[in-house]
């Protein structure tokens, strides 16, 4: 079968609308028929499961830096194998990234240049005129590698305004696809770590058909599927090993941060996914062979796994005999206590000996190059792994020692952040979400 061709919907800055207008152009398409797989440039697991909500196909990320050759082309290789459009998403600009050598880092572009497809910008002109030109110029001149097919405005204020911007737009000869009018209730619900999950958000089908309705109205779709183009590898080689072959995975409202592309290579090699519900009081199944509590908001559940005493219990057993990994607010719950933003602290886990507080906030940012110091579920000790920190808890308890630590740490240039994590028995767990691991030492 031959890869569908792609698109890069991206745009100079984070807040300039392209998740609205990525969604709108899933739905929109879908509606037509048309077979849409969505992708996520860099290191983000909410807006993967809107895209899975517009389409009905799975979306995974695409990470430039965390993520080796193998790994990165398996991902849109997957994708663009399965579809007819592949409609990949961007993150904060379209060049933004760390400083790393051409292609590894990060940023929008690597993806759209690696695999020929084609950028579509949306340019945010609320407050501007002709100026919204000069910025697109210059993210189009920026990156020799890439092609910028054409630009959706958004936040237009009225047919007057649009005709300014698209008469600077003329002038440097990019040419408008679409543009969406200026409107607050087109806004998708927000939290702590961005918007709130796709299944929790009550009217996500109906908001999701608003915005179809408003791209058939403001958008050149015929226009926008002509520009498409671009390839990707056939290959779906390189996605990660399973862990272990039946693996019980939380899943609720508290735990439902795991990247896709991790899921998908477990079952690709044959791995049998177990879920379970914390919040609905049920331990892992004690037919499986390894525990994975990902991360997600138990901050704001943290009464009621408290009081989850079937799954406490349930998942303290299953540590005396099976390995049990926790990422971010997993790690959260394996731990001791958790405050909460009101200072009330609940008992959680004990399995690993640190204490957290979402109430003590402190933003905590960026890639994760980790090393681990001891054999466990995530591999042997000097394995290296790539991952991503993104998360406002604290830890109450004095950082690990060597004997406690999972993982030695640096940012994603080689900084030195110290130890990471805490490993206790067959129990391991971090604040970083595991994105690709090697056996380098």
């Known amino acids: 079968m031959t890869p ?7 745009a100079p800055r984070s807040g300039s609308g392209k998740t609205t207008v990525t969604l709108a152009l899933m739905r929109a398409l879908r509606r037509r028929g048309v077979a849409i797989r969505g992708a996520k440039c860099g290191p983000d697991y909410i807006d993967p499961a809107f895209h899975e909500a517009a389409t009905g196909l799975p979306s995974l990320n695409l990470d430039s830096f965390a993520m080796p050759d193998a790994l990165l082309d398996a991902c849109a290789g997957l ?3 399965e579809a007819d459009l592949v409609i990949a998403e961007g993150s904060m600009g379209l060049h933004d990234g760390i400083v790393a050598g051409e292609g590894r880092t990060g940023a929008n572009a690597d993806i759209a240049a690696r695999y020929g497809w084609p950028v579509v910008l949306v340019l945010d002109v609320s407050g501007a005129a002709q100026s919204a030109a000069a910025v697109a110029l210059g993210c189009a001149a920026y990156d020799s590698r890439i092609r910028l097919a054409g630009v959706i405005l958004n936040k237009v204020a009225s047919p007057r305004h649009r005709r300014l911007v698209e008469a600077g737009l003329s002038r440097v000869g990019l040419p408008v696809l ?11 619900p927000e ?22 309705d408003l791209a058939e109205s403001s958008l050149d779709l015929d226009a926008i599927l002509a520009v498409a183009g671009g390839h990707a590898p056939v290959a779906t080689d390189g996605l990660p090993r399973p862990p272990a072959q039946r693996i019980a995975v939380a ?12 899921l998908a290579g477990w079952r690709a090699a044959g791995a049998e996914i177990v879920p379970f519900s914390p919040l609905a009081d049920e331990a892992p199944g ?5 525990c994975w509590l990902p991360g997600g908001y138990p901050e704001l559940h943290a009464g009621r796994l408290a009081a989850a005493q079937s799954f406490l219990s349930g998942l303290r057993d299953f540590a005396q005999t099976r390995p049990v990994h926790g990422e971010c607010g997993g790690y959260m719950v394996l731990g001791e206590s958790l405050e909460d933003a009101d200072g009330l602290t609940h008992p959680m886990c004990g399995l690993l000996p640190v204490a957290t507080s979402y109430r003590r906030r402190k933003l905590h940012l960026g890639y994760r190059v980790a090393h ?7 591999g042997t000790a000097g394995t290296r792994l790539v991952g991503h920190e993104f998360h406002y808890a604290s830890e109450l308890t004095p950082a690990p020692g060597d004997d406690l630590a999972l993982a030695r740490v640096t940012d994603a240039e080689g900084v030195p952040l110290g130890l990471a994590g805490h490993r206790r028995g067959r129990v391991t767990g971090s604040f970083f979400h595991l994105i690709a691991g090697t056996a380098e030492a």
């Open 178 to 188: 679409g543009a969406f009018p200026r409107e607050a209730s087109l806004v998708l």
């Open 372 to 378: 681990l110091l001891d054999d466990g579920l995530l």
């Open 286 to 290: 004690a037919d499986c062979d390894a």
């Open 4 to 10: 569908a061709p792609g698109l890069l919907v991206a």
């Open 251 to 262: 899943r609720d409202a508290a735990f439902s941060f795991l990247y896709p592309h991790m």
């Open 191 to 212: 939290r702590h770590l961005g918007l709130v999950q796709a299944g929790e958000t009550a009217d996500l089908y109906a908001r999701l058909d608003r915005l179809a």
């Open 79 to 81: 994708s663009a194998s």
